[in-house]
């Protein structure tokens, strides 16, 4: 895999034009294609990147509209008294759609040019092979994991969660749209340990992918969204990996608006005494 940057602007037929399409799967025909056909990797990557977070986000949200909406599954949920009404999702998706817009996308626009800055590979083809993605991913997900609990205990600091971390503790009973209902300057904080672990990665080894990136991004989604649910099934992940937080474990810190600080992982929360839950619901 080549890690040479595209120039700006220059055609998508040149950067492609030492490549043997014959050797590339599906996927990665595809993936050229694309950069073919918009003919600008910048815009190419920055619209493929907003758009596959659309997707994914609201995408990850349907079923759990679906299911607050379904009296059956009220028996999973963890705060069954408490159902969002439709015109809380509707208000919780316009504001979450203005941070998409205003935030988000032109951080998403600004990524290619950074990212082939910190030796990222962005229209290259072929992909990386999962030896090297799997890894990454990994270390994408406790990087990511400890930045957000460092940082989401101090917008629990007064100032900063009187000005802006209580907007997104609106909700006592989370539900899967409000995963991003935040401050706009929260959405930059976080989001930041989102970005961060990739650009670091690349920056000291640069041998990173965006097609990587978009799978960290993906299974952060549905991470976040999942954790917001306000669910609790025998067969969430948290039952299979006890180390994993799960809803049970974030919709605590909303009904309570303490403790379980962390996103993906329990383990930053145990070693800093901020997972005693069941001690503050005693109380």
Known sequence: MSNSTAP??????????????????W?????????LWIDNPIIATGLMSFLLHEIVYFGRCLPWVIID????????KLQPNKIPTAQEQWECTKQVLFSHFTIELPAIYLFHPMAEFFGMS??????????SIIPQVAFFFVFEDMFHFFAHRALHWGPLYKHIHKVHHKYSAPFGLAAEYAHPAEV???????LAGPLLYCAFRRDLHIFTV???????????????????????????LPFWSGAEHHDFHHMAF???FSTSFRWCDRFFGTDNNLKTKAA
């Open 188 to 194: 930059f904080i976080l989001g930041t340990g989102t």
């Open 258 to 260: 303490v403790n379980n």
């Open 69 to 76: 909406a379904t009296p059956y599954f009220r028996k999973w």
């Open 122 to 131: 962005t229209w290259q083809v072929p992909f990386p092979p999962l030896s």
């Open 8 to 25: 700006i602007h220059e055609s998508a037929a040149l950067l492609y034009a030492s490549t043997d399409f014959a050797k590339l799967n």
């Open 214 to 240: 978009y799978i960290w991004i993906v299974l952060r989604l549905f991470q976040a969204v999942d954790a917001h649910s306000g669910y609790d099934f025998p067969w969430s992940l948290q039952h299979i």
């Open 27 to 35: 996927l990665e025909l595809q993936w050229a294609a694309w950069y």
